[in-house]
């Protein structure tokens, strides 16, 4: 896309390791010049052992904002100068602003994906039982939101069962544990409204679920959701949907947690009716 510059537009970047791929300039630059708001959005690579670099040059270059990808989502949280509570449970931050040389962390995938179940594919997760496949950091990110939108159960299985737990234990009276094997797998799936990969598995050149058909044992309706959208439609989601199942790929997410972003950048709200339809233009392309 084309994006008008001018001289006081202020700067805003995403930074990761790899980050070449990130879509966050695309819509972030797009949602601005929708909105009409002074600001550029740029790719950063950035090298993790240069990090604290970065930051010092971000303050004296005046940057507004970044957001963070692997491997900075953990990494960042020593430099913070102030942490947001939900951003401070995660122990992950994916959005900094940066305001008079300070250095404020917050993590918008945990209410981006909850706008998204609810605004994408229609689903109130309040009183809902859910099955959530990995345990990494997005799993912890969607366990909160779901927890904190009221889910009856969060069943968390990880390959490796210690990190299920800790997520589990992320929100008390609500989560649960459940084994990494085929037969608990379909037995679980058995009793949810909603199943979520957040596993890379299936993500483009990250391996694949040997066996999917524990899926076929969910009960009708009930949703398919993977957090990945490269590729848009994984093997999970399209077993989910030759089964009949509703589905919902990871662009949804990707698209309300950069709104959401722009709004603690600009400290400004942004009106998804106006912003939505643009966005989802640009990912279909
Ligand atoms: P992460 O912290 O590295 O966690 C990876 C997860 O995948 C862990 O639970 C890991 O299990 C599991 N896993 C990896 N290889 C496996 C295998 N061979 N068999 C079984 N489990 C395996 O990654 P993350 O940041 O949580 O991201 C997870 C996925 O979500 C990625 O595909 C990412 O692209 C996607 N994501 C999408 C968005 C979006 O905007 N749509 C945002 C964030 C993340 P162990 O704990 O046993 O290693």
Not at 235 to 242: M, P
Request: aromatic share 6%; charged share 20%.
């Amino acid at each position: 896309m084309n994006v008008t510059l001018t001289n006081t537009a202020k700067k805003l970047c995403i930074i990761g390791d790899p980050v070449i791929h990130s879509k966050s300039p695309l819509l972030q630059n797009a949602m601005c010049q929708t909105l009409g708001l002074d600001y550029v959005y740029l790719c950063q690579p950035v090298k993790a052992e240069r990090l604290g670099a970065f930051l010092e040059a971000a303050k004296e270059l005046g940057y507004a904002g970044f957001n963070a990808t692997m491997p900075f989502k953990e990494l960042l949280i020593p430099y913070l100068d102030e942490l947001d509570p939900l951003a401070a449970k995660l122990g992950a931050v994916n959005t900094v602003c940066v305001r008079e040389g300070r250095l404020l962390g917050y993590n918008t995938d945990c209410p981006g994906y909850v706008a998204a179940l609810r605004e994408d594919a229609g689903f109130d997760p309040a009183g809902k039982r859910v099955l959530l496949l990995g345990a990494g950091g997005a799993a912890k990110a969607v366990a909160v939101g779901l927890g904190d939108a009221g889910a009856a159960q969060v069943t968390v299985a990880n390959r490796t069962a210690a990190k299920a737990q800790a997520v589990a234990d992320l929100i008390p009276g609500q989560g649960r544990t459940a084994a990494w094997n085929a037969e608990t797998l379909a037995e679980e799936a058995a009793a949810c409204d909603l199943i979520v990969n957040a596993t890379s598995l299936g993500m483009a050149g990250q391996g694949e679920y040997d066996d999917l058909s524990f899926l076929e044992r969910l009960p009708q309706g009930a949703l398919v959701s993977d957090l990945i959208y490269h590729p848009a439609r994984t093997a999970f989601l399209a077993r989910g949907e030759a089964l009949g199942h509703p589905t919902l790929n990871g662009l949804p997410l990707l698209m309300r947690q950069a709104i959401l972003g722009l709004e603690k950048f600009t400290g400004t709200a942004v009106p998804p009716e106006t912003v939505v339809p643009v966005l989802k233009k640009l990912l279909e392309q």
